[in-house]
Structures are given as C-alpha cells and as structure tokens.
C-alpha cells in the first residue's frame, strides 16, 4: 500500500555532497520507520541510516557516522539524506525503505517497502 521513490543521486567527486529524498504514497506516512540502505555491484545491500516516529530517534552505521544526516518531513510525505565528505567507497546503489513501527530498524528484513534505488557514484 505504501510506494517509495528515491531521487537525487548522481556522480560527484570525493569530498562533494549529495541530498536524496524518498517520496512515500499514502496517508499515514507519520506512523512509518524509515531507513536508507546502499548496495554496491557485487555485494549484499547494506544498512546506512534509520529513523523513527520521533524525528530525534535516528541511528547510523559506523561508516557514514559524522557525515550523512537522515531527517523527515512529514507533511510532505517525504524522508531525506543529506551525505556530505563523500568518499569512493559510498558509491552504491541507495535505497530506502518503510515499516509501520513504532522503533527504528537496521536490517534489511524488518522493512516491508523499498524504492527503486537512485545510483551514487564518487569519483577519486
């Protein structure tokens, strides 16, 4: 019942920033945990950022720690990731995702909605 579109990705250099943002269908996107994952060729989808009802409530893989930002608005249906200090090594496949939840969630199996993924790509 819930669609997720993903949008703004694109090729920077390393040390760039890019924003994207997931646009969700529906009408009770304020009761959804969302997430960001990433996928590079070759490798399984990895957990990026997640965060809950309450906006304060995020959490992020070490890896990202410091330089992406998740957040949400939702009057306009819509959670964003803010990456900044790109490195090589994000470059993936960026996807997000939705669970009616309560608390956030960090794995791949705990979401019932993906977007199509938007491409990443950082150049050295």
């Known amino acids: 019942q819930v669609q997720l579109v993903e949008s703004g990705g694109g090729l920077v250099q390393a040390g760039g920033s890019l924003r994207l943002s997931c646009a969700a269908s529906?009408?009770?996107?304020?009761?959804?945990?969302m997430g960001w994952f990433r996928q590079a060729p070759g490798k399984e989808r990895d957990f990026v950022a997640a965060?809950?009802?309450?906006?304060?409530?995020?959490h992020y893989a070490d890896s990202v720690k410091g330089r992406f930002t998740i957040s949400r608005d939702n009057a306009k249906n819509t959670v964003f990731l803010q990456m900044n200090s790109l490195k090589p090594e994000d470059t993936a496949v960026y996807f997000c995702?939705?669970?009616?939840?309560?608390?956030?969630?960090?794995?791949?199996?705990?979401?019932?909605?993906w977007g199509q993924g938007t491409q990443v790509t950082v150049s050295s």
């Open positions: 995702a939705a669970r009616r939840s309560l608390v956030l969630h960090t794995t791949t199996g705990e979401y019932d909605y």
């Open positions: 529906g009408r009770t996107f304020s009761s959804y945990a």
């Open positions: 965060i809950g009802w309450i906006p304060s409530n995020v």
